[in-house]
Protein backbone atom coordinates (compact mmCIF):
# COMPACT_ATOMS: atom_id res chain seq x y z
CA UNK A 1 0.00 0.00 0.00
CA UNK A 2 1.34 3.61 -0.87
CA UNK A 3 -0.53 6.67 0.17
CA UNK A 4 0.36 10.16 -0.43
CA UNK A 5 -0.30 12.69 2.48
CA UNK A 6 -0.18 16.19 0.84
CA UNK A 7 -0.54 19.38 3.35
CA UNK A 8 -0.55 22.70 2.84
CA UNK A 9 0.38 24.26 6.09
CA UNK A 10 3.47 22.42 7.58
CA UNK A 11 4.15 22.94 11.35
CA UNK A 12 7.01 23.22 13.38
CA UNK A 13 5.45 22.11 16.64
CA UNK A 14 7.16 22.40 20.21
CA UNK A 15 5.17 20.11 22.76
CA UNK A 16 6.04 21.19 26.16
CA UNK A 17 4.81 19.19 29.51
CA UNK A 18 4.12 20.65 32.74
CA UNK A 19 3.34 19.95 35.82
CA UNK A 20 0.77 22.26 36.45
CA UNK A 21 -0.26 25.43 34.05
CA UNK A 22 -1.65 28.37 34.77
CA UNK A 23 -2.29 32.09 32.97
CA UNK A 24 -0.31 35.20 33.89
CA UNK A 25 2.11 33.07 35.91
CA UNK A 26 5.49 32.12 35.32
CA UNK A 27 5.30 28.25 33.97
CA UNK A 28 8.34 25.99 34.45
CA UNK A 29 7.97 22.79 31.93
CA UNK A 30 9.38 19.06 32.90
CA UNK A 31 10.30 18.53 29.18
CA UNK A 32 9.71 19.66 25.75
CA UNK A 33 10.01 17.79 22.47
CA UNK A 34 9.76 19.30 18.96
CA UNK A 35 8.80 17.58 15.74
CA UNK A 36 8.06 18.17 12.14
CA UNK A 37 4.03 18.38 12.00
CA UNK A 38 0.98 19.37 10.00
CA UNK A 39 -2.42 17.43 9.31
CA UNK A 40 -1.20 15.37 6.69
CA UNK A 41 2.38 14.90 7.81
CA UNK A 42 1.12 13.33 11.69
CA UNK A 43 -1.23 11.13 9.23
CA UNK A 44 2.25 10.08 7.39
CA UNK A 45 3.91 9.36 10.77
CA UNK A 46 0.92 7.03 11.38
CA UNK A 47 0.77 5.30 8.46
CA UNK A 48 4.15 4.18 8.40
CA UNK A 49 4.10 2.93 11.85
CA UNK A 50 0.83 1.26 10.84
CA UNK A 51 2.65 -0.23 7.65
CA UNK A 52 6.41 0.58 7.38
CA UNK A 53 7.16 2.67 4.01
CA UNK A 54 3.68 3.14 2.66
CA UNK A 55 3.60 6.81 3.47
CA UNK A 56 5.19 9.59 1.82
CA UNK A 57 4.41 13.35 2.61
CA UNK A 58 4.73 16.54 0.23
CA UNK A 59 4.43 19.88 1.55
CA UNK A 60 5.25 23.29 1.14
CA UNK A 61 8.31 24.35 3.50
CA UNK A 62 9.31 28.15 4.08
CA UNK A 63 13.18 28.83 3.48
CA UNK A 64 13.93 30.87 6.06
CA UNK A 65 13.23 28.29 8.98
CA UNK A 66 13.46 25.28 5.98
CA UNK A 67 17.13 23.85 7.97
CA UNK A 68 14.89 23.57 11.57
CA UNK A 69 12.12 21.76 9.83
CA UNK A 70 13.86 19.68 7.97
CA UNK A 71 16.12 18.11 10.27
CA UNK A 72 12.92 17.71 12.43
CA UNK A 73 11.88 15.29 9.29
CA UNK A 74 15.04 13.20 8.60
CA UNK A 75 15.22 12.67 12.62
CA UNK A 76 12.10 11.15 12.47
CA UNK A 77 12.37 7.65 12.00
CA UNK A 78 8.37 7.33 10.28
CA UNK A 79 8.59 10.33 8.61
CA UNK A 80 9.35 10.57 4.89
CA UNK A 81 9.17 14.21 3.66
CA UNK A 82 9.38 15.90 0.02
CA UNK A 83 9.74 19.59 0.43
CA UNK A 84 8.85 22.50 -2.11
CA UNK A 85 10.27 25.00 -1.00
CA UNK A 86 9.17 28.24 -0.83
CA UNK A 87 9.25 32.07 0.37
CA UNK A 88 8.83 33.19 3.75
CA UNK A 89 8.80 30.75 7.29
CA UNK A 90 7.03 27.21 8.23
CA UNK A 91 4.70 27.92 10.86
CA UNK A 92 5.37 27.19 13.90
CA UNK A 93 2.96 26.03 17.39
CA UNK A 94 3.00 25.52 20.63
CA UNK A 95 1.09 22.32 22.12
CA UNK A 96 1.24 22.80 26.16
CA UNK A 97 0.35 19.84 27.86
CA UNK A 98 -1.19 20.03 31.75
CA UNK A 99 -0.39 16.65 33.21
CA UNK A 100 -2.41 17.66 36.67
CA UNK A 101 -5.40 18.20 34.43
CA UNK A 102 -5.19 16.08 31.36
CA UNK A 103 -5.39 19.71 29.22
CA UNK A 104 -4.15 20.34 25.61
CA UNK A 105 -3.65 23.93 24.37
CA UNK A 106 -2.28 25.15 21.45
CA UNK A 107 -0.56 28.61 20.23
CA UNK A 108 -0.44 28.66 16.34
CA UNK A 109 1.51 31.48 14.30
CA UNK A 110 0.64 31.25 10.80
CA UNK A 111 3.68 33.10 9.09
CA UNK A 112 2.10 30.95 6.27
CA UNK A 113 -0.58 33.43 6.47
CA UNK A 114 0.75 36.34 5.69
CA UNK A 115 0.27 37.62 2.18
CA UNK A 116 3.11 39.18 2.06
CA UNK A 117 4.82 35.65 1.35
CA UNK A 118 3.34 34.44 -1.87
CA UNK A 119 3.56 30.63 -2.91
CA UNK A 120 3.88 31.93 -6.41
CA UNK A 121 2.72 30.19 -9.40
CA UNK A 122 6.17 28.64 -10.05
CA UNK A 123 5.54 26.61 -6.47
CA UNK A 124 1.99 25.70 -7.48
CA UNK A 125 3.03 23.84 -10.85
CA UNK A 126 5.99 22.44 -9.05
CA UNK A 127 3.41 20.98 -6.18
CA UNK A 128 1.45 19.57 -9.14
CA UNK A 129 3.96 18.00 -10.89
CA UNK A 130 4.80 15.94 -7.78
CA UNK A 131 1.58 14.89 -7.30
CA UNK A 132 0.85 13.41 -10.77
CA UNK A 133 4.70 11.66 -10.34
CA UNK A 134 3.15 9.87 -6.84
CA UNK A 135 -0.16 8.93 -8.17
CA UNK A 136 1.49 6.73 -11.05
CA UNK A 137 2.14 4.58 -8.56
CA UNK A 138 0.64 5.89 -5.25
CA UNK A 139 -2.73 4.08 -4.20
CA UNK A 140 -4.45 6.98 -2.45
CA UNK A 141 -4.50 10.94 -1.56
CA UNK A 142 -4.71 12.02 1.72
CA UNK A 143 -4.68 15.88 1.54
CA UNK A 144 -5.05 17.32 4.94
CA UNK A 145 -4.93 20.89 6.50
CA UNK A 146 -5.88 24.55 5.74
CA UNK A 147 -4.69 26.30 2.53
CA UNK A 148 -2.80 29.68 3.93
CA UNK A 149 -3.63 32.56 1.83
CA UNK A 150 -0.81 32.49 -0.06
CA UNK A 151 -1.95 29.52 -2.11
CA UNK A 152 -4.58 30.22 -5.11
CA UNK A 153 -7.96 29.48 -4.23
CA UNK A 154 -8.18 26.67 -6.22
CA UNK A 155 -5.01 24.44 -5.73
CA UNK A 156 -7.17 21.91 -3.27
CA UNK A 157 -9.34 21.57 -6.18
CA UNK A 158 -6.47 21.36 -8.76
CA UNK A 159 -4.42 18.86 -6.21
CA UNK A 160 -7.71 16.22 -5.89
CA UNK A 161 -8.28 16.76 -9.45
CA UNK A 162 -4.91 15.10 -10.29
CA UNK A 163 -5.62 12.48 -8.03
CA UNK A 164 -9.13 12.16 -9.34
CA UNK A 165 -8.26 11.91 -12.99
CA UNK A 166 -5.11 8.68 -12.03
CA UNK A 167 -8.15 7.25 -10.87
CA UNK A 168 -6.87 7.06 -7.06
CA UNK A 169 -9.21 6.92 -4.03
CA UNK A 170 -9.03 10.29 -2.12
CA UNK A 171 -9.00 10.98 1.39
CA UNK A 172 -10.14 15.14 2.07
CA UNK A 173 -9.72 16.65 5.15
CA UNK A 174 -10.21 20.17 4.86
CA UNK A 175 -13.33 22.38 4.83
CA UNK A 176 -15.13 25.67 3.77
CA UNK A 177 -15.07 27.28 0.60
CA UNK A 178 -11.82 24.88 -0.43
CA UNK A 179 -13.90 21.42 0.11
CA UNK A 180 -16.76 23.39 -1.91
CA UNK A 181 -14.76 24.12 -4.82
CA UNK A 182 -13.24 20.49 -4.77
CA UNK A 183 -16.48 18.92 -4.80
CA UNK A 184 -17.06 20.62 -7.89
CA UNK A 185 -14.50 19.21 -10.00
CA UNK A 186 -14.74 16.12 -8.38
CA UNK A 187 -15.82 13.60 -5.41
CA UNK A 188 -13.17 12.22 -2.72
CA UNK A 189 -14.38 9.08 -1.74
CA UNK A 190 -14.24 9.65 1.50
CA UNK A 191 -14.64 13.16 3.27
CA UNK A 192 -13.25 13.07 6.75
CA UNK A 193 -14.16 16.71 8.94
CA UNK A 194 -14.91 17.70 12.25
CA UNK A 195 -18.59 18.56 13.89
CA UNK A 196 -18.16 22.26 13.69
CA UNK A 197 -16.41 21.76 9.66
CA UNK A 198 -18.81 20.01 8.40
CA UNK A 199 -21.66 22.51 9.81
CA UNK A 200 -19.71 25.79 8.54
CA UNK A 201 -19.51 24.06 5.18
CA UNK A 202 -22.94 23.10 4.79
CA UNK A 203 -25.00 24.55 6.53
CA UNK A 204 -23.24 27.09 8.90
CA UNK A 205 -25.89 26.29 11.76
CA UNK A 206 -24.60 23.99 14.58
CA UNK A 207 -27.16 20.86 14.16
CA UNK A 208 -28.73 18.47 16.76
CA UNK A 209 -27.59 14.95 16.65
CA UNK A 210 -30.94 13.86 14.75
CA UNK A 211 -30.25 16.81 12.23
CA UNK A 212 -26.54 16.30 11.68
CA UNK A 213 -26.94 12.55 11.07
CA UNK A 214 -29.70 13.51 8.65
CA UNK A 215 -27.53 15.83 7.45
CA UNK A 216 -24.76 13.98 6.70
CA UNK A 217 -26.61 10.74 5.22
CA UNK A 218 -27.78 13.36 2.77
CA UNK A 219 -24.81 14.87 1.67
CA UNK A 220 -23.28 11.01 1.16
CA UNK A 221 -26.27 9.95 -0.55
CA UNK A 222 -26.04 13.33 -2.74
CA UNK A 223 -22.16 12.76 -3.80
CA UNK A 224 -22.36 8.60 -3.40
CA UNK A 225 -19.14 9.12 -0.99
CA UNK A 226 -18.20 8.59 2.59
CA UNK A 227 -19.14 10.69 5.43
CA UNK A 228 -17.22 11.05 8.43
CA UNK A 229 -17.47 13.26 11.10
CA UNK A 230 -15.68 13.33 14.43
CA UNK A 231 -17.13 14.70 17.26
CA UNK A 232 -14.28 14.98 19.86
CA UNK A 233 -15.33 12.33 22.94
CA UNK A 234 -18.86 12.01 21.62
CA UNK A 235 -19.77 9.09 19.02
CA UNK A 236 -18.41 9.39 15.97
CA UNK A 237 -20.94 9.99 12.86
CA UNK A 238 -20.35 8.06 9.57
CA UNK A 239 -22.74 7.75 6.08
CA UNK A 240 -21.50 5.29 3.23
CA UNK A 241 -24.15 6.70 -0.06
CA UNK A 242 -26.48 7.39 2.47
CA UNK A 243 -26.28 4.74 4.97
CA UNK A 244 -25.59 5.72 8.64
CA UNK A 245 -22.94 4.44 10.89
CA UNK A 246 -22.87 5.60 14.75
CA UNK A 247 -19.37 4.25 16.73
CA UNK A 248 -18.83 5.34 20.38
CA UNK A 249 -15.23 6.91 20.25
CA UNK A 250 -12.83 4.34 22.05
CA UNK A 251 -12.52 4.96 25.75
CA UNK A 252 -8.86 6.40 27.07
CA UNK A 253 -7.81 5.84 30.89
CA UNK A 254 -5.56 8.38 30.85
CA UNK A 255 -5.35 11.27 28.35
CA UNK A 256 -1.39 13.05 27.70
CA UNK A 257 -2.29 14.87 24.61
CA UNK A 258 -5.20 14.91 22.36
CA UNK A 259 -3.34 17.25 19.68
CA UNK A 260 -3.08 15.01 15.79
CA UNK A 261 -6.36 12.63 17.14
CA UNK A 262 -8.24 13.68 14.00
CA UNK A 263 -5.29 13.55 12.02
CA UNK A 264 -4.12 9.46 13.61
CA UNK A 265 -7.96 8.86 13.23
CA UNK A 266 -8.02 9.41 9.16
CA UNK A 267 -4.95 7.46 8.77
CA UNK A 268 -5.96 4.46 10.83
CA UNK A 269 -9.32 4.53 8.88
CA UNK A 270 -7.71 4.84 5.36
CA UNK A 271 -5.58 2.83 6.17
CA UNK A 272 -8.30 -0.76 7.34
CA UNK A 273 -10.40 1.08 4.26
CA UNK A 274 -7.86 0.25 1.94
CA UNK A 275 -7.54 -3.07 3.13
CA UNK A 276 -10.83 -4.14 3.66
CA UNK A 277 -13.30 -1.85 1.59
CA UNK A 278 -15.56 -2.16 5.12
CA UNK A 279 -16.54 1.03 6.58
CA UNK A 280 -17.28 -0.37 9.94
CA UNK A 281 -13.63 -1.84 10.29
CA UNK A 282 -12.20 1.20 9.25
CA UNK A 283 -14.02 3.49 12.09
CA UNK A 284 -12.87 1.33 14.83
CA UNK A 285 -9.33 0.96 13.10
CA UNK A 286 -9.47 5.01 13.20
CA UNK A 287 -10.84 5.41 16.75
CA UNK A 288 -8.44 3.18 18.03
CA UNK A 289 -5.22 4.80 16.60
CA UNK A 290 -7.01 8.10 17.67
CA UNK A 291 -6.89 6.48 21.34
CA UNK A 292 -3.10 5.34 21.10
CA UNK A 293 -2.65 8.78 19.67
CA UNK A 294 -4.40 10.59 22.42
CA UNK A 295 -1.74 8.41 25.13
CA UNK A 296 1.52 9.85 23.55
CA UNK A 297 3.13 13.00 23.44
CA UNK A 298 3.67 12.75 19.97
CA UNK A 299 1.78 14.63 18.00
CA UNK A 300 0.56 11.94 15.17
CA UNK A 301 1.96 8.78 16.96
CA UNK A 302 0.85 5.58 17.99
CA UNK A 303 3.92 4.83 20.24
CA UNK A 304 5.65 6.98 22.93
CA UNK A 305 8.72 8.35 21.76
CA UNK A 306 12.56 7.63 23.01
CA UNK A 307 12.93 10.88 24.55
CA UNK A 308 11.53 14.26 24.87
CA UNK A 309 13.76 16.57 24.04
CA UNK A 310 14.79 17.22 20.60
Known amino acids: MKI ?12 VCFDSFSVEN ?4 QNWREDASGKALNAARVLNQLEPGSSVALCPVGNANAERFMVLASNDCDLYVTPIY ?19 TEVVTDEAHNPAHIAGAEAELKLLEFVRKYMVSFD ?8 PHNWSANICARI ?13 DFRGEDLLG ?12 NEEEFCQTFG ?37 KGKFYRLPVEKVDKVINTTACGDTFSAGFLHDYLLNKNIENALKAGSH ?7 TVVPGSLKQPNSYEN
Open 4 to 15: LCVCLSATIQRT
Open 160 to 172: CEVAHKAGKLILA
Open 204 to 240: GLLLSEEELASAISKKSEEFQNIIVVTRDCKDIFAAE
Open 289 to 295: CAALNAQ
Open 182 to 193: TLKVCKPEIIKI
Open 140 to 147: ALLFAGSR
Open 86 to 104: IEGNTRECWTLLDTSKGTT
Open 26 to 29: INRS
